[in-house]
């Protein structure tokens, strides 16, 4: 998780002890995952859908057996969704925002 105080103090006042935390903030590979799983003796691993930044500690943990529970983003119903440049281009153009040509 990321090392905020509060996500912390919430994590401890349920119960988990401080030892069982493991809080670090930034982007990190397979082999970091999978030496600090394997290192810790990790077996479960709760952590939250982060779209492609998930693959290298999911990747690390099913490949050490680690049991694991992904928590799954909200569905949003945005508005305005695209998935392609086409689509980028078709909203801003609807919106007034990018002129016709």
């Keep these: 998780?990321?090392?905020d105080p509060e996500n912390i103090r919430a994590l401890i006042d349920h119960g988990v002890p401080q030892s069982n935390i493991i809080a670090i903030?930034?982007?990190l590979n397979y082999m970091v995952?999978?030496?600090i799983m394997q290192y810790f003796n990790i077996d479960?691993?709760?952590?939250?859908?982060?779209?492609?930044?998930s693959?290298?500690?999911?990747?690390a943990a099913l490949d050490l057996g680690i049991?694991?529970?992904?928590?799954?983003?909200?569905?949003?119903?945005?508005?305005?969704m695209a998935y392609t440049y086409k689509d980028v281009l078709k909203i801003l153009k609807e919106g007034g925002i990018y002129p016709e040509s």
Excluded: A, H, Q, W
């Excluded at 569905?75 to 305005?80: A, L, P, S, V």
């Design 1 to 3: 998780m990321i090392p």
């Design 25 to 27: 903030e930034g982007k």
């Design 33 to 35: 995952n999978y030496s």
């Design 44 to 53: 479960t691993m709760v952590t939250k859908d982060s779209g492609f930044l």
């Design 55 to 59: 693959e290298p500690k999911i990747n």
């Design 67 to 80: 049991k694991t529970i992904i928590i799954k983003r909200p569905d949003y119903k945005y508005k305005n």
